[in-house]
């Protein structure tokens, strides 16, 4: 059964498994769409093995092909339909968790957040790469603010929540909050 898809892949659940197989682009060279999305499909699920031993919340991954991940299917709720300034500050320490272990997430979005049992997974790393730069994890926390501006109630009291749970958990966290003030103040201007 379909239960998702995106610009780069299909996903369907399969006996109680999430099934994400990254699709063929015709615009592509076949040599070098195959390569794409074998690389992809890798780094999706190393990363995401990765963050989970970093103590982020995270599918577990079951079996990895050439272009498709099987993954724990995780019966909880998209954050996107229940956050409250107490969940916005749990996705802080997430977030700085991930952070803390240099990895960024790349769509930071409550659309990739479910809740099950009072606890934030992180899901989809499709777009996420290893960086420590404080520009990077700017960008990450940026994004995840434009998501609470443009899509949820009150979201400077959810921003101000994540802000104690990151802050809490990352060492550079008042650097990176301190950059997201200067991308955000760049995109005025562009």
Same mark, same amino acid.
């Given at each position: 059964?379909?239960?998702?898809?995106?610009?780069?892949?299909?996903?369907?659940?399969? @006996?109680?498994?999430? *099934?994400?197989?990254?699709?063929?682009?015709?615009? *592509?060279?076949?040599?070098?769409?195959?390569?794409?999305?074998?690389?992809?499909?890798?780094?999706?699920?190393?990363? /995401?093995? @990765?963050?989970?031993?970093?103590?982020?919340?995270?599918?577990?991954?079951?079996?990895?092909? *050439? %272009?498709?991940?099987?993954?724990?299917?995780?019966?909880?709720?998209?954050?996107? @339909?229940?956050? /409250?300034?107490?969940?916005?500050?749990?996705? $802080?320490? +997430?977030?700085?968790?991930?952070?803390?272990? $240099?990895?960024?997430? $790349? &769509?930071? /979005? +409550?659309?990739?957040?479910?809740?099950?049992?009072?606890?934030?997974?992180?899901? &989809?790393? $499709?777009?996420?790469?290893?960086?420590?730069?404080?520009?990077?994890?700017?960008? @990450?926390?940026?994004? %995840? %603010?434009?998501?609470?501006?443009?899509?949820? &109630?009150?979201?400077?009291?959810?921003?101000?929540? %994540?802000?104690?749970?990151?802050?809490?958990?990352?060492?550079?966290?008042?650097?990176?909050?301190?950059?997201?003030?200067?991308?955000?103040?760049?995109? *005025?201007?562009?």
């Amino acid at each position: 059964m379909e239960i998702g898809r995106g610009a780069e892949a299909v996903i369907t659940l399969e @006996d109680g498994t999430v *099934r994400k197989e990254r699709i063929a682009k015709s615009y *592509r060279l076949p040599e070098l769409d195959e390569l794409i999305r074998k690389e992809r499909t890798l780094r999706e699920a190393r990363i /995401t093995s @990765d963050a989970r031993r970093h103590g982020v919340p995270t599918p577990i991954i079951c079996d990895v092909s *050439r %272009f498709e991940l099987k993954m724990e299917h995780l019966m909880g709720e998209k954050l996107k @339909d229940v956050i /409250t300034s107490e969940l916005s500050e749990k996705v $802080g320490e +997430t977030v700085g968790r991930l952070h803390r272990a $240099g990895i960024i997430h $790349g &769509d930071l /979005t +409550t659309s990739n957040m479910i809740l099950q049992n009072d606890k934030i997974y992180l899901i &989809d790393f $499709g777009l996420a790469f290893y960086d420590n730069s404080v520009e990077a994890q700017g960008v @990450d926390v940026h994004v %995840f %603010f434009q998501t609470l501006e443009s899509t949820h &109630d009150r979201p400077k009291e959810h921003i101000e929540s %994540f802000k104690v749970g990151y802050m809490r958990i990352y060492p550079q966290a008042e650097a990176v909050l301190k950059r997201v003030k200067e991308i955000k103040a760049r995109g *005025r201007y562009l």
